[in-house]
Structure formats: C-alpha cells, structure tokens
C-alpha cells in the first residue's frame, strides 16, 4: 500500500470516529457514542499496522477535544479511542487469564481517570451517585466492568467480520 494510500484511510477513519462523536451532543449517547467511534481505530490496524493506528486515534483526539461533547470526549481520550489497538496487543500474551487480568486493569484505571477528570470539569461527586452514594458508584463500576466485557467480546466479533467482508474490499480499493 502506497503512503497516500494508508494516510487516505487514516484520514477517513478519524473523519467517520469523529463524525461518529458528534453524536454524543444527543442525550442517552453518552457511552455508546464513543465506543463506537473507537472501532473505527481498528481499519488502519488491520489494513496498515498499529503506528498508523496509533497514530489515527492521536489525530482523533486532538479533533474530538475541541468538537465534542466532554463526557464523551473523556471517554474517547482515556479508553474507548485507543481500546481496539491495545487489545491487539494484550491478544499477544496468549495465555486468556492473564489477557482479562490486563485488560480489566486497564479498564478500571482508566474508569478512575475518566472520573476524576470529569470530576474536574463538571463537579460531579459520588453523592451524585442517587441515595446508595458510595455503594451506588461500586454498583455501577461492577456493572460497567460487565459491559466491558462484552464490548470486549464485540470488539473481537466485529473484526472477525470486518476481516472475512471488508478486507477484501479495502484491499482492492487501496492495491494492498
């Protein structure tokens, strides 16, 4: 693939990601907008390799920080922009506990950046939690630790199928 090639589908695949964020301005979008917007992270690595990847979601960011709504801009910089091409590196441990362990670490971690993150922008509190406060966030941390888990599994379905139908079609698009 010629680099105008691979810097044109970078390029579209940050402009989908961010078209993608805008709809996060939408209430109730809150978490699925920019975790869809992260998948689009995958086409460059699995058309180019994880530099091209890496380097979408860094362009990525610097559009969605200035475009986006904040919540969903936190969550796209902190985790659901660069968890595709993470998980493609954690996949390479290959030993499956081992692999969860990282990546719900990663996860968590990133969970508490997000939160005191927009704890500074917008003030929330754990009180804002509803009348279980403190136990209300771990309830809700727990529950966001099983939605990851299926994002994750998602993640890895939705690239089985990008492989086997788009592929083919990128690649005669672009020569690879």
Not at 22 to 31: A, M, R, S, V
Not at 73 to 91: M, N, R, T, W
Not at 106 to 119: G, P, Q
Request: glycine share 6%; hydrophobic share 55%; net charge positive.
């Amino acid at each position: 693939m010629k680099q105008t090639s691979k810097i044109t589908l970078c390029g579209i695949c940050v402009a989908l990601s961010v078209v993608t964020m805008l709809l996060g301005y939408f209430p109730y979008f809150t978490y699925a907008v920019p975790a869809i917007a992260g998948l689009f992270m995958m086409i460059p690595l699995i058309e180019i390799n994880g530099k091209y990847a890496f380097l979408s979601y860094v362009a990525g960011c610097f559009i969605v920080f200035i475009v986006a709504e904040p919540e969903t801009k936190v969550l796209y910089i902190v985790l659901f922009g660069y968890y595709p091409i993470l998980k493609a590196i954690i996949e390479k441990i290959k030993k499956p506990i081992a692999e969860w362990i990282v990546k719900i670490l990663c996860f968590n971690a990133s969970v508490v950046i997000s939160y005191y993150v927009l704890k500074l922008l917008t003030n929330i509190n754990v009180d804002d939690f509803g009348p279980l406060g403190k136990y209300g966030a771990v309830i809700f941390i727990f529950l966001c630790n099983i939605a990851f888990i299926l994002y994750d599994i998602a993640i890895s379905r939705v690239s089985f199928v990008y492989f086997c139908k788009m592929h083919p079609k990128i690649k005669g698009i672009f020569g690879k």
